[in-house]
């Protein structure tokens, strides 16, 4: 978890799909601690963490995901991987199983978007949700 006294908190994300479950648990655990509603924010991580795991890391290659507040009070969600590609909204038809993620993400976000991270170590997806 995140350093005493600070307000963020974060997991190391395992490459392999079951483990977004955990991740909704993490979100619903802190969100409730807050008194959030955990449905959009388990709905916005678990894109996130699905996306990077599906598209961004390698296959033995970890993600961190963190989680926080903003000085409004509004949820902070990122995702860090180690590749550099950026992600992009794909439009799925209404019979496809994948390609909605960063559609949900853009629907229910405040805002959204990726920082590169120095060194061409990667990238942080992150998405702002008003509380």
Same mark, same amino acid.
């Given at each position: 978890?995140?350093? #005493?006294?600070?307000? =963020?908190?974060?997991?190391? &994300?395992?490459? %392999? $799909?079951? &483990?977004? /479950?955990?991740?909704?648990? +993490?979100?619903? $655990?802190? *969100?409730?601690?807050?008194?959030?509603? %955990? +449905?959009?924010?388990?709905?916005?991580?678990? =894109?996130?963490? *699905?996306?990077?795991?599906?598209?961004?890391?390698?296959?033995?290659?970890?993600?961190?995901?963190?989680?926080?507040?903003? %000085?409004? !009070? /509004?949820?902070?969600?990122?995702?860090? %991987? #180690?590749?550099? =590609?950026?992600?992009?909204?794909?439009?799925?038809? *209404?019979?496809? =199983? /994948?390609?909605?993620?960063?559609?949900?993400?853009?629907?229910?976000?405040?805002?959204? !978007?990726?920082?590169? $991270?120095?060194?061409?170590?990667?990238?942080?997806? +992150?998405?702002? $949700?008003?509380?």
């Amino acid at each position: 978890m995140g350093e #005493a006294g600070c307000n =963020e908190n974060e997991i190391v &994300v395992k490459n %392999d $799909l079951s &483990v977004v /479950a955990e991740v909704r648990r +993490f979100v619903r $655990l802190l *969100t409730g601690q807050w008194g959030m509603d %955990d +449905f959009v924010p388990c709905l916005v991580a678990s =894109e996130l963490v *699905t996306n990077a795991l599906r598209y961004a890391s390698a296959p033995d290659g970890d993600v961190t995901f963190r989680i926080g507040r903003t %000085d409004d !009070g /509004a949820l902070w969600l990122e995702i860090q %991987d #180690a590749t550099c =590609e950026l992600p992009r909204i794909q439009y799925a038809d *209404t019979i496809s =199983e /994948a390609g909605r993620g960063l559609f949900i993400v853009d629907q229910f976000a405040r805002c959204w !978007g990726v920082r590169p $991270l120095a060194g061409n170590a990667g990238k942080v997806v +992150f998405a702002v $949700l008003d509380a």
